[in-house]
Structure formats: structure tokens, C-alpha cells
């Protein structure tokens, strides 16, 4: 099977892009070539909004289009000529207005979200263009992804506090519900549905359990064998200057997911990986915020 990857150099189209070259797919990867590419994919160099004639005349039995953000970034590879069985989007719960009733579910009106901003609306853009012009295509809309090749500073803050045994400064009582979905686990569903065509076209996807910040906490020091102190942090003080979520929760409904994918991977099995990914490539994290510095300045 043929697979056109936008991407695959960083967190999820890197590891969806090491995922199907593992697993014998002839992997062709769509970036600007500035960046180390994964062994076994045909590269693509060029910009997606410049994309040329790079891609005119080829055929993929699916595109899995994981760095489009904007209408634009659909509208430009559905114009670039080429032709295509399957399309699947990622895209986002953003799309969700932090209004709707929880959880939310794939039949909800979708609309501005006023914590993600443009970021949802945009995503939503995208969505729209490509259901009107590719009708059968899969949307999948994800909360909290995670696992090895993580860029963000996440988990691997955690990691730190915990290798360093630092004392953990958690918002207010750490009862914050959280909801995460394993690369992995987009890998198998990804799978399922370029071979099964199940009918559901827009899927919310992710763990069917939430945690709490509190418990994800502990889960990260637990992969790192350690056991955290907390620290409880008064609402005055701006979450986001010394965590790495925002103050806002939300589950999804992932029922629709669930009826074609089974089981997803453990919260605690994905945070163990993670670590030993993240310990052996502590500097593949490149966007770190200054959380730790902000802690020791005005929290400890």
C-alpha cells in the first residue's frame, strides 16, 4: 500500500511515518527537507503551499494528512494533481466550542473556541474544505497526543522533575481532568480505517478513560520510578507559567472510535516509553518553556 505522509519529520508524522515504514508500507514523506528524515521513506521536498508539479501525476492509496492547519494547506494539495483512494485529516477537538455540553461528540455544532483560538477555527476551515471536496475522506479529532518524538514540553517536564526529584507544583487540588490518545494508537486506528472503510466519517479519537493532573503526574514519576511531592499552587497564580496545560477541561465522547478500536494503549504503558525515549534523546525536546525557572523564582 502506497502512503503519502505530510510531514514526517516531527512528534506524530514522524513517528506515523516510522510506524507504516516498520510495518512494510512504501512511505513517501511531504516536508521542506530541512530535517533529519526517517530511514525507508521516499522523500518529497518541497513547501505544501508551493508545492509545483512535485506532486502532479501521482497516486496514493492514502494520504495521511497530519500538518495541515488552515483551508489553505488542504487547498493546495488537492490542487498540486494528485489523486488519492483515501484522505485522512487530523485534526482537532478544538474544533469545539468550550461551551457544548461534555463530552463532546462528533454530532455537536462545531464552532470558535475561545481557549484555542484561531488555532480551532482554522482547523474546522480546514475540515469544512475537505468534506466539500472529498466527501468520503476521515476526520479524526484528537485531544492530548503523546508518546516518543514528543516536541512538546509535556511529559518531558515532568520527566525532569521527577529525574531531579523535585517537588511538584500541581494547580490547586490537581482535580483537572485531562484525555490523551497514543501515537500508536492513531497508527492502528489509521490502519483500520484505510482497510475497512468504516462508516463513520468525523471520529473523535482518544482514551476512553480520563486521568486528573494529579494522577498523569504520578504516572510520569512512576515511569521515571520515582514518587512525586506536591506542591499545591493558589488559582492567583497563572497556570500557565509554571504548567504545561491550560487551565480548561474537556472530555470527548470516543464511543464511535471504540466500535472499531480496541483496546488503546495504557496511560501508564505510553508514559514508560515516553521516558526511555526521552532519557536516551533529552535534547529532542526543543520548544521548552521556562516553567522550572518561573517555579524557582516565585513558587518555592
Known sequence: MKILITGGTAFVSKYTAEYFVTNGYDVTVLNRGSKEQIEGVRLIQADRLSLGDALSGSHFDAVLDITAYTEEHIRALLSSGVSFDDY???SSSAVYPETNPQPFSEEQVCGYNH???NYGINKLKAEQYLTA???HSYILRPPYFYGKYENLYRE???FDCAVHDRPFCLPQDGRMKLQFFHV??????IEILVRQHPDHHI???GNKETVTIKEWVELCYRAADKTPRFISVDKSIPQRDYFCFYDYEYVLDVSKQNEILKPTVTLSEGLKEEFEWYRANPDSV???KPYLSYIDQYIK
Open 286 to 288: 526543543q520548544n521548552r
Open 184 to 189: 500508536k494508537d492513531l497508527c492502528w486506528l
Open 203 to 205: 471520529l473523535n479519537v
Open 115 to 117: 481557549i484555542w483560538g
Open 88 to 90: 485522512i485529516l487530523i
Open 156 to 158: 518531558p517536564f515532568v
Open 133 to 135: 471536496r472529498v466527501p
